[in-house]
């Protein structure tokens, strides 16, 4: 199976929403409906770190404005 028919996959969805595949190397994928986008592996840890990092990011620049 290549790798955007892995996003097609419902399986590979936590509730729903959250695409989580071990196989998928990516950090980012297209979504579901690949139209609209790209969503985070959250199997991959590089997507945690990436996720803290924004959080950091929205934090510093609201307490500089």
Known sequence: MN???QT???NNYKWGILYFN???TRLFAPKLESQRGWTINFANPLSYI???LLI???IFSSILL
């Open 3 to 5: 790798e955007n028919n």
């Open 8 to 10: 097609q996959n419902p």
């Open 22 to 24: 071990k196989k998928d």
């Open 50 to 52: 990436f996720i803290i």
């Open 56 to 58: 950091i990011i929205l």
